[in-house]
T-cell receptor, first 111, second 115 residues
């Protein structure tokens, strides 16, 4: 069935370190892929998206590339900040269907 | 820009009581989704509406019902509340009519606590 697998956390990094959060998906058809971020006590905010193979989504220094051949959508950032500490969710939909989420990865960035 | 508005932000109920959660989507968005997020969990889809008609149904208990009104706001009605219903309930909206790949925009959620 449809599912998202993302690396388990928590991930703890020092400020300015390089971040990668792996995400792979299992879906039928041609899903649209998303990364959402959830700060403590807040709702889910769309971070970036990609709607077709080889598309790169980017926002606030974060990037992810839609890799159909490996069914992956890994999140990267070259230099993390303390303010990036949050839970990151990888998700997809298949044509405006309800989102299927991964379990979330908690990121803690220390100064 | 206007966002998804949910009310109330916090709600405390006792077992077997009822609760109503409200959601006001982004203006002109035609689709509303409801999700439930337990502590430390990923959001789980409950139910959705497109143009005021039920669209998809997920893991929504029979004790819960929802509807979307003529002004596009939606309400999630929960009855015979159980301890396990304590969770964060999110509403999201999107503009499905614009085609595939439309992102869902989430509200800040309603935190429901059952005593």
């Amino acid at each position: 069935g449809n599912s998202v697998t993302q690396m388990e956390g928590p991930v703890t990094l020092s400020e300015e370190a390089f971040l990668t959060i792996n995400c792979t998906y299992t879906a039928t058809g041609y899903p649209s892929l998303f990364w959402y971020v959830q700060y403590p006590g807040e709702g889910l905010q769309l971070l970036l998206k990609a709607t077709k193979a080889d598309d790169k989504g980017s926002n606030k220094g974060f990037e992810a590339t839609y890799r159909k051949e490996t069914t992956s959508f890994h999140l990267e950032k070259g230099s993390v900040q303390v303010s990036d500490s949050a839970v990151y969710f990888c998700a997809f939909d298949s044509g405006n269907t309800p989102l299927v989420f991964g379990k979330g990865t908690r990121l803690s960035v220390i100064a | 820009a206007a966002g998804v508005i949910q009310s109330p932000r916090h709600l405390i109920k006792e077992k077997r009581e009822t609760a109503t959660l409200k959601c006001y989507p982004i203006p002109r968005h035609d689709t509303v989704y409801w999700y439930q997020q337990g502590p430390g969990q990923d959001p789980q889809f409950l139910i959705s509406f497109y143009e005021k008609m039920q669209s998809d149904k997920g893991s929504i208990p029979d004790r819960f019902s929802a509807q979307q009104f003529s002004d596009y706001h939606s309400e999630l009605n929960m009855s015979s509340l159980e301890l396990g219903d304590s969770a964060l309930y999110f509403c999201a909206s999107s503009l499905r009519g614009q085609g595939d790949g439309q992102p869902q925009h989430f509200g800040d959620g309603t935190r429901l606590s059952i005593l």
